[in-house]
């Protein structure tokens, strides 16, 4: 239980480190450009975010299930 704990504490660590050199990233270059984003411009970014993560779920479930039901099995030697 412990080390679950500590690696939970690990990887939410990891997480706050990407989302806040992501916010400073974003930040910096959007001070340094001219270049605005408009709202169709956030919503497009969000929409691809969201279909990039349903995408990488869905193969990752067919990937688990695949494995699971046995059509990744050997049915004859060769």
Known sequence: MK???ITVLILVG???A?????VTGWTDIG???QA???AHGYIAMALGV???IVVGGGLMA???FSARSGHDDVDHEI
């Open 50 to 52: 969201v279909l990039s």
């Open 14 to 16: 990891f997480l706050v």
């Open 36 to 38: 605005d984003i408009s």
């Open 31 to 33: 001070a340094e450009s």
């Open 18 to 22: 990407a989302v806040w050199f992501a």
């Open 3 to 5: 080390a679950t704990i």
């Open 62 to 64: 067919l990937l688990f």
